[in-house]
């Protein structure tokens, strides 16, 4: 049974829809089907054309907006004439036996296409420009299982789709791929052993938001070229593999939202560009230690190790050696990305490949979709920390972000941390610190978010400056804590000293302390952005604005020289 939509004023037929109507034989090209140019909408699915092919006239139907051929049968090619259809907006040719090679390049041409729906039995992509094919499937509706472009595919991307099943082997043969995308999507089974083989070729590989299993492949020798992993949010198991060592390329290593069950990965440690690890959310367990040698994690930026089990005493070690945290005036503005670079005779590009990185930080999460290479943040919260926050906490002096919070920490919060003169979150909450609030830390002129709630501190609250604009909060659950904003007065043999005045300029002669006066006002600051990080003799200064989910490193004016 099948039903005609009609135009009411020209009485064209512009949709047939003959879904499950025992349809069987095949179609041929000079159907009179093919005379019906108004159609927009054709369903000819869940029939019986077996044994025959997609009819060729159907690119005559150029006004097509829906084109339903799924599960009626159909085998052979893919008629080139679909391309034909360029108001084509959902295109489904699910659950057919078709075979042989689809012309991407020619899907890529019906550029309404919202909803792409491939036959379960046709694995086989083909691709043909030049030989190296740049592949980017992101971002639409493709079900059922992976496709796989042929061999000479360079670069891959189906991320944001719907596929399903393992991930096949075969994707081992393209021998010249340079990234392979396949995040956001539903792939189970386990990673397969044979990823190694890629990664002498790609540099980036990306299979985060999966249902892969199992544990993580061996991955590197010493050829890899590898300079971005991730494989987060799957549920992996196992250890990190000790290849990963081998990874001398690698600049970013995503391994969070797991259950990855290892001690710390101190093998890395050598790795000579690793700028960002992150571990969140697995089951790694065990003391961190010492460092091996001096050169250990030396280009290390970003360390997430949070939601995990580790104990013992804080690294304090690593604090002296991480080398890359103690940079504080950032040369100039780069972002992590690798560039992908394509070349057809005659013609060549580059093409900037950033992975996106999640994390906490001032009390959110937040997506940065490129991590500029000036981002320096430590998490070790929500673990099993114990012991003293050690004094060189103040070494990494490039520090923004530090979050220790939700461990066993015991014993002073350590005035050092007036030495990390950038930070602008310091989280100190849930640990069983005591003592007094150290009055330097109000020389933290850039801090925006600060918290010691849930700890044992005394004391009278260090006031003025960036502390008249943290709410009581910050301070709840310290029985001994006095003075605003709590209300509980300090009496007078707690009172609060004078903050002491803005350090010298001679201190810190990176910065511009106009511009941290003008965020200063009146001297109250209600949540300003005074987070800014300063470059200081290129004059160009870069703020991150303040309380938005997604903030975006913006590049504010050249900064003029100082007076
Ligand atoms: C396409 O056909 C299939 C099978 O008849 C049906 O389940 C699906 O809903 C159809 N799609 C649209 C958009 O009508
Ligand atoms: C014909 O195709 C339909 C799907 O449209 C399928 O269910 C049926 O098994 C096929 N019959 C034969 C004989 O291949
Ligand atoms: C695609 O959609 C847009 C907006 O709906 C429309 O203007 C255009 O004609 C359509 N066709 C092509 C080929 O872009
Ligand atoms: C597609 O299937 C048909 C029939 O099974 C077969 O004759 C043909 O060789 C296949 N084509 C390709 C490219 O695999
Ligand atoms: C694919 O490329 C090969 C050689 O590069 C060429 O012979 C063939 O015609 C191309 N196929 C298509 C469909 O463009
Ligand atoms: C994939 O590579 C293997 C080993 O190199 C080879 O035996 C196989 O034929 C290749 N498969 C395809 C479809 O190219
Ligand atoms: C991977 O590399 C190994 C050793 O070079 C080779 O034996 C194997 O066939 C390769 N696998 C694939 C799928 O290419
Ligand atoms: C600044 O950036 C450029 C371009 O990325 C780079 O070539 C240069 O080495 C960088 N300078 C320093 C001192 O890092
Ligand atoms: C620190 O980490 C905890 C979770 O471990 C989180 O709840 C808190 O918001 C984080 N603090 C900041 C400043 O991001
Ligand atoms: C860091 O802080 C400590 C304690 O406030 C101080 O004694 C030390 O001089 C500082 N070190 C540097 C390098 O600024
Ligand atoms: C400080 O952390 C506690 C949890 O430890 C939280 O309840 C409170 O809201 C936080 N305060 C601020 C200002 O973020
Ligand atoms: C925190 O401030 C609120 C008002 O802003 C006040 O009602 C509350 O009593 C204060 N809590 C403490 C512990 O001082």
Redesign the pocket.
Known sequence: MGWFECNRETGHVIGLLLASSHLYGSINSSSSLFSLVHLQRLDLSDNYFNHSQIPCGVGQLSRLRSLNLSYSGFSGPIPSSLVEL??L?YLSLRGNYLNGTVDLNMLKKL??LTYLQLSNMLSLLGYNDTNDAHLDLSSNMLQGSLPVPPPSTFDYSVSVNKLSGQIPPLICNMSSLSLLDLSGNSLSGRIPQCLTNLSSSSSILNLRGNRLHGSIPQTCTETSNLRMIDLSENQLQGKIPGSLANCMMLEELVLGTNLINDIFPFSLGSLPRLQVLILRSNLFHGAIGRPKTNFQFSKLRIIDLSYNGFTGNMPSEYFQNWDAMKIVDADNLTYIQADLEFEVPQYSWKDPYSISMTMMNKGMTREYKKIPDILTIIDLSSNKFYGEIPESIGNPKGLQALNLSNNALTGPIPASLANLTLLEALDLSQNKLSREIPQQLVQLTFLEFFNVSHNHLTGPIPQGKQFATFPNTSFDGNLGLCGSPLSRACGNSEASPPAPSIPQQSSASEFDWKIVLMGYGSGLIIGVSVGYILTSWKHEWFVETFGRRQPKWRRKAKRGHRG
């Open positions: 360029v108001n907006r550029k309404n």
